[in-house]
């Protein structure tokens, strides 16, 4: 029995799906399209239309030096799409295997690794990340190795997790009884049906990338100019707030919108897992 | 006589009332060495000029001569003599006396074929230098000089004693009301009062001149208060912010730098005077003043400060014209222009104006290539060996026309008629006639179209409200400190608490950041942090026995043993990770130009010459007995450093999560009982928005509207804790409510699912079949069960807190931990990097395993974490 199966929440669950998904991918998709198309060049400046509000030619106005803040906002989403996805990515392909093993061995390297996960988790996770932006320089590459690291904890734990209560299916016994390692068995049978389990934790870690994405391009460590990134331009507007606020309010705006909509993306995955098992 | 004892017992009264004034101001550039007879460096005149060194004449604001050490001059008829008379009983700062000698030697020492005086060639007129008493001094010249007197104001020509005058580079001796007291090499010089002055004695007792070379960072060290005032504020778009705040005074006014588009005329297009006249016409002085200047600046037309009486408006005559500019250079030869390389130094107004520049010139087809240099590359390239076409830079030297005189100067402009006017400028002392060729001059500048003049640099300077007769408008920009003070803390009137409350706002004005010298301050702050620990590990004791007693002492044996076995692991990833960070913190420290020894000994005192492994052990010894080290910036105990920051952070963090478990715990309640209608729907949907809201952007959001617009609360900086509680609150609200939201979104939610959960319970169809109504089951008998989970997500946002208030910290420019540890990474302070995340890392371990073991002792079942 769900808790939420009960008078229109179903539904209002689905349209949360569905706008999530939308948004999801528009931001996807406004981030490809910047690869190729802007409204104007956003490294171009110029310097008579600097400061503008936003108007019929540029629509969400012009910064500083005149760049057009729209144009900006979609290479920056490039930016964001591509630093949050790729920690994910990072996490994933370390993370998962790590639970899996931890999963199928128990024992003395469950143990091992699970610690090792603890120890992460310790750290104050924007602490290490400044550090880590420190040790090799700030740059979108660095970026995603600091926020991937602590992704890899989270998706051992969720692997983990989930191949636990699969390693008592009568299928993982079967393989087991047919002779296949427990390694195997990992990648054959209990990877394939924790899919949905990794997609969910993934959306949510997608979304804590791009906020922590655009906290480290804030104060700096993000990356570097001329590549826009929404972080850089909030820091930019931070002392022009008096001048021209608008400038402060696109950017986040930008980041709260993409949030959410993987946000309400991940909840409504999560449960429709929960209604499919 | 008895009079005279009890003005000299006043005089030390108010003296010693003063006796702590201590002020912080911040600078950007950062003097190479400390001598202003050896390098040209302005920033060098900037802090000792008139503090530590004077000279023997002194400019007034408007550019005449006021007497300061020559007390008086007469010059001869002919001009060829002029006779020097001393000030008597003035002594330098290490006892030895002010006389004729002095002079002779100083002027001397200037003008010596093997001088390295940058301004040298000013004294090329001087015959002799003839002492006629101790008191008196001739100077005789072969020719007339008329800018003598002028040149004598210069920083370079200032009296140095031969004792001290080869030190001076790094032990600055004058004679000033102030003496040199220390160089933190790239952070900053302090002064102390000179009590033996023999002028005017000065009110405040120390001053420190802080380096900060990120126009942010100026903004945000004047908002947070960790300077007290800044000198030429290079964050022109912020000035506006700070004219508005009541807290801060500024000043903007005018300098005697002239910023010029710097043409070389030894590369062919731009040696042709058609080609020069065209890239004139093609520049829109305003709209570079606009864009690198945000509107500050003055246009000029010519090499000459609008503010000398002399000057000549000369901005209409190569008025912003593309078409004319394009017509000249066909005229030229160019109708399709060509290509240049512009090198940038870096300060803003050259990085943003040559962004701007080459835009203008693309305009009329000049194809401009931006090259952005650190100015050790720029003086190298363009000002020594003339590799370039084009660059922005400003001219700081007051009435260096003359520059142009010179051939091998870096732009290299020759002209015979421009020359006979500077040498008839030099052979006159009449004013009239002065003035008449210093137009000229200016004219003829313009009309060869030298360079591409743009705008004569604005000063901006800003300082604390409170902090008066700081002088900043004055020829050789120059940083007066001779009068200036603090006014005592309005309506404040318990006499020594008043006193003692100067001290402190002073030290730490509205910040706690500057105050790291005071040590017996420091003293009492590490005992709240003792205090603090103490309780922790209190409670952990009474934790343990508790546990002890009810599973046995091995059970509490092995989770202890995790938990030290995971911080020493953590220990040591740190301390690998902050080996790894490149740059040596002892090169930072010391400058590229550091002796090696110097650089060795400050290597061996940090304790950073013996191995990695000996150190980390050491630090690690250091640790267990309470000891973090030595900060390598500060040099003072990292614990106090800490316990400093924590003053700010703490409080932060504990007001956030209150405000967090305030917002959440009645959402989530709600939440439950309405779980699956409309209310829940709409909570949910609210606190997703906070789950997706960056806490950094709400607080920007926060300050546009309490603070930029409703003027409720400053917009940032912390007032300290002398300030009062509630200024402290203040201070602390918008940042906490900023963290909290986020933190409150997940509370609220982790709330709501445990309370759900707990409904399957059998406790709870008890209380229903009881008869017990919705809410009174959820209140009594789901929220008791489901708040550990809730506690534990408290007990981890707390750590979250502490630390994760870096960005937030920025956002309000709060003297946290947060921007100690950015600080610490920025100035290579390993030793604070390591200890503030091994401390927060200690926090959270710590905190993780006294939650677990509170489980445990509430819920024996979890004891076996396989039975979960």
């Known amino acids: 029995m769900s808790v939420f199966g009960t008078r229109n929440g179903s539904g209002t669950r689905r349209a949360a799906l569905i706008v999530g998904a939308g948004i999801t991918c528009s931001f996807v998709g406004i981030a490809m399209i910047a690869e190729f198309w802007t409204p104007y060049d956003p490294a171009v400046l110029s310097i008579i239309d600097r400061l503008q509000a936003p108007n019929l030619h540029h629509w969400l106005g012009t910064d500083q030096l005149g760049r057009d803040v729209l144009s900006m906002i979609m290479a920056g989403a490039k930016n964001s ?47 290490l990340a400044i550090l880590i932006t420190a040790v090799f320089g700030p740059g979108a590459v660095n970026a995603i190795i600091a926020i991937g690291i602590f992704n890899i904890p989270v998706f051992a734990r969720v692997a983990r997790g989930g191949a636990l209560q699969l390693w008592t299916r009568d299928y993982t016994l079967a393989a087991r009884v047919a002779g296949k390692g427990s390694m195997r068995i ?92 | 006589m008895k009079r005279g004892l009890l003005t000299a017992l006043l005089l030390l009264c108010a003296m010693g009332s003063h006796a702590a004034e201590r002020i912080t101001i911040g600078m950007q550039l950062e003097p190479p060495i400390l001598d202003p007879t050896a390098s040209p460096a302005a920033a060098i005149s900037e802090i000792l000029y008139g503090n530590v060194f004077e000279g023997l004449v002194l400019f007034a604001a408007d550019g005449s001569v006021l007497p300061k050490l020559a007390s008086s001059w007469d010059i001869s008829d002919d001009g060829l003599t002029y006779t020097f008379h001393l000030e008597r009983g003035v002594r330098f700062h290490d006892g030895s006396a002010f006389d004729a000698a002095v002079v002779k030697y100083s002027l001397d020492r200037a003008r010596a074929p093997v001088s390295v005086n940058p301004q040298k060639s000013r004294l090329a007129k001087i015959r002799a230098v003839d002492i006629v008493d101790p008191y008196t001094v001739r100077v005789l010249l072969n020719q ?45 010089v302090t002064l102390v009062r000179n009590t033996d002055y023999w002028g005017r004695p000065v009110e405040l007792a120390e001053v420190a001149f802080k380096f900060i070379a990120d126009p942010t960072a100026a903004y945000a060290a004047l908002m947070a208060g960790d300077v007290d005032a800044f000198s030429n504020y290079p964050a022109p778009e912020s000035f506006p912010q700070f004219a508005a705040d009541p807290r ?28 020069r006249r065209a890239i004139s016409y093609a520049l829109d002085r305003r709209a570079i003043i606009d864009g690198a200047m945000y509107g500050y600046g003055t246009p000029i037309g010519s090499h000459f400060p609008p503010r000398n009486p002399a000057y000549v408006d000369l901005t209409g005559v190569y008025p912003h014209d593309v078409a004319k500019a394009k017509a000249l250079l066909a005229t030229a030869g160019y109708a399709h222009g060509f290509s240049v390389t512009l090198k940038l130094p870096p300060p803003s107004y050259a990085r943003r104006g040559g962004e701007i520049v080459a835009a203008e010139l693309a305009q009329i087809g000049i194809r401009v290539a931006i090259e952005n240099l650190e100015w050790a590359q720029w003086l190298d390239q363009v000002f020594t060996r003339h590799d370039f076409d084009m660059s922005i830079v400003g001219h700081a030297e007051p009435m260096d026309y003359d520059i142009y005189a010179r051939d091998d100067y870096y732009f290299g402009y020759s002209s015979p008629e421009f020359k006979a006017l500077i040498a008839a400028l030099d052979d006159t002392n009449d004013a009239a006639r002065r003035r008449e060729l210093l137009q000229q001059i200016q004219r003829k500048l313009a009309a060869d179209a030298v360079n591409g003049f743009l705008f004569q640099y604005p000063r901006l300077d800003i300082w604390n409200a409170h902090l008066q007769g700081l002088e900043f408008d004055n020829v050789l920009g120059i940083v007066d400190l001779k009068r200036a003070h603090y006014d005592r803390v309005a309506g404040d009137g318990h006499g020594i608490r008043a006193n003692r409350a100067v001290d402190r706002s002073v030290g730490t004005n509205f910040g706690i950041g500057t105050n790291h010298g005071a040590g017996t301050e420091g003293r009492a702050r590490p005992r709240a942090l003792r205090f603090a620990g103490g309780a922790l590990s209190a409670a952990a004791l009474v934790l343990c026995i508790f546990v002890a007693r009810r599973f046995g002492g091995a059970y509490l044996a092995g989770r202890v043993g995790v938990l030290v076995a995971t911080l020493l692991v953590a220990t040591a990833i740190v301390f690998v990770i902050v080996q790894v960070v490149p740059g040596d913190p002892v090169r930072y420290m010391m400058g590229l130009q550091a002796d090696p020894d110097a650089v060795a000994a400050t290597r061996h005192q940090l304790g950073l010459d013996i191995a990695p492994t000996q150190r980390y052990f050491r630090w690690l010894g250091g640790l267990l007995r309470g000891d973090f080290g030595r900060s390598f910036t500060y ?51 609210v606190t997703q928005l906070g789950l997706a809201i960056p806490n950094f952007w709400l607080g920007i959001l926060l300050v546009m509207v309490f603070a930029v617009g409703l003027h409720w609360v400053s917009a940032g900086g912390f007032p300290g804790w002398d300030a009062g509680l509630a200024a402290g609150l203040e201070a602390l609200t918008l940042p906490a409510i900023a963290l909290a939201m986020p933190q409150a979104a997940i509370l609220a939610r982790v709330l709501r699912g445990a309370l759900i959960d707990t409904l399957h319970e059998d406790y709870i169809r008890t209380a229903r079949a009881k008869g017990a109504g919705e809410w009174q089951v959820l209140w009594r008998h789901a929220l008791p069960n489901a708040l550990v989970p809730v506690l534990t997500i408290v007990g981890m946002q707390f750590s979250f807190l502490l630390a994760g208030g870096v960005i937030i910290e ?59």
Request: glycine letters at 10%.
């Open chain 1, 81 to 127: 799409v591509g630093v949050a996805l790729l920690s994910v990515i990072i996490g994933g392909f370390i993370g998962v295997p790590l639970g899996l093993l931890a999963a199928a061995r128990r024992g003395a390297i469950d143990e091992l690794i699970m610690r090792g996960n603890d120890l992460v988790f310790a750290f104050p996770s924007l602490l």
């Open chain 1, 186 to 277: 990992s990648f054959e049978h209990v990877l394939p049906n924790l899919v949905g389990l990794l997609a969910v934790q993934g959306t949510i870690q997608f979304s804590l990338g791009v906020i922590a994405e655009a906290g480290l391009s804030y104060v700096g460590l993000g990356a570097q100019p001329p590549t826009p990134s929404w972080g850089r331009m909030l820091n930019e507007a931070q002392t022009l707030t008096a001048l021209a606020p608008t400038l402060a309010l696109f950017p986040g705006l930008a980041v709260l919108l993409f949030v959410l909509g993987l946000n309400l993306l991940g909840d409504g995955l999560q449960h429709r897992r929960g209604r499919t098992e």
């Open chain 2, 144 to 188: 007339r000089s008329g800018g003598l007197l002028q040149s004598l104001a210069w920083g370079a020509f200032v009296m140095v004693s031969p004792q001290s005058a080869e030190t001076n580079a790094v032990r600055p001796i004058g004679t000033g009301p102030f003496r040199f007291s220390e160089w933190r090499r790239g952070d900053s």
């Open chain 2, 248 to 275: 801060f005074a500024v000043f903007a006014g005018t300098t005697e730098m002239e910023t010029v588009l710097a043409l070389n005329h030894r590369v062919p297009p731009l040696g042709n005077l058609l080609v």
């Open chain 2, 635 to 685: 040099r003072i105990p990292v614990g106090e450093l800490i316990a400093d920051r924590l003053q700010v952070s703490l409080p932060l963090a504990v007001l956030a999560l209150l405000l967090s478990a305030a917002i959440a715990l009645p959402i989530g309640f709600i939440a439950a009982a309405r779980r699956g209608r409309a209310g829940d729907l709409v909570l949910s949907f």
């Open chain 2, 810 to 868: 920025n956002v309000f420019f709060l003297p946290g931990l947060g921007r100690l540890v950015f600080q610490a990474i920025v100035q290579r302070d390993l030793i604070v990097v390591q200890s503030v995340v091994v401390m927060l890392v200690f926090a959270v371990v710590t905190v993780t395993f006294l939650v677990d073991l509170s489980y445990v002792l509430a819920n024996p079942r979890l004891r076996d974490p396989s039975a979960v």
